[in-house]
């Protein structure tokens, strides 16, 4: 088998990679992580643990020895290799069929799962994947510049490949900036500075912002193409403007997060960011709902509840907008969704979780065709 080391990075593209390479028996695993000091040890153990319990249910439903050690042999070099669990995430995510196997590192929470079946669980996956609370984070000052990834529960700081982590790398040096006042307001916990005063921008000035903030962009662009989540702009209020004229980006939200955001923690930005969003998601969701309702009423064809016929077209490229049922995590339950979410995604479509009582057909899936 194919060994594949940890994602750092949760995609639509890397889960879909992942989709078509899993074949019968296969395997996925959900393992809770704790993140401090030597109790990290715990994670490398709960692992173990979930590899015993489901290479137990293989030897109990196939008798073939040799094949369930060949299968699992990458899985047991993964629990070999020490310096795996030392790496940050809120849970491990495990993913053996033969001839591949895959691990990803969380950035957020989950119950934990071993489940065999003909092909990968994802459902615990698709929370944060779904474009009804997956969004990104730009922090942006002189002195640093951030990216993040993000949803509602769960913050991860992204390593992009050339992307300048302040001005000092494009201008060679930083000016020194104007005394400006502030003042704090409380955010989940800690305090954010927000800027007010007079102090403008002189044309230099916006120059040297320009040139950083066009680098900033440029190494961006790989890792946002084929994304629609939206961008969230943080940084003193008068720099921002800025690179949103210089940014090729179509989805960075007009409203930021103003302030000197340099000292804030990842937990007090999560949440200035998400008060930013929420209303933007809310919106999307309802307006996707309704959506659906007026095709179907004028232009039936455009529109599908079966789930059949909803993952077909997914995996085809031809789903603009997927609305699943939220709630259902029994493993069982039809794994075509979970894949017709996937594929929506990768094909710059958009994916809504709602309630069951808010979905506009009683069944558990509702797609807009584009064609």
Sequence with gaps: PTYHPAFDRLTPQILTDILNAGSFPAVSLYVP??????????NRVRYQNALKKIETELHRRHRFSERIRELLKPAHQFLADTKQWYRPGEALAVFIAPKCFYSLWLPFPTVQRSVLADRFYFK??????????RFYI??????????????????????VPKMPRSMAEVTGGIRVEQSIQSHSVSAGGGTVAMFH?????????????????????????????????????????RYLPLYADVSAYRYIVPRVVPGNVDTVSAANLLSLAWAVVEPYFHQESRLARDRFLALRGVERRRTTVNPREAASRAEAGKVDTLILAEGDDDPGSDARLDAAALHTLYHSGRVYLLPPDEMPSPDRVAAILRY
Excluded: M
């Excluded at 615990?124 to 609370?133: F, M």
């Design 197 to 237: 005063g007079q102090y403008s921008l002189k044309e230099d000035e916006k120059e040297e912002l320009r040139a950083y903030f066009r680098k900033i962009d440029k190494a961006l662009r790989p890792w946002l193409a084929r994304e629609n989540a939206p961008l969230i702009l943080a940084g003193v209020e």
């Design 33 to 42: 992580t704790v993140t401090l000091g030597k109790d990290k040890q715990q």
């Design 124 to 133: 615990p996956l698709l929370p944060y994947l779904q474009e009804a609370g």
């Design 138 to 159: 730009l922090s942006l000052s002189r002195k640093r510049a951030s990216f993040y990834q993000a949803n509602k529960l769960a913050i991860q700081e992204v390593t």
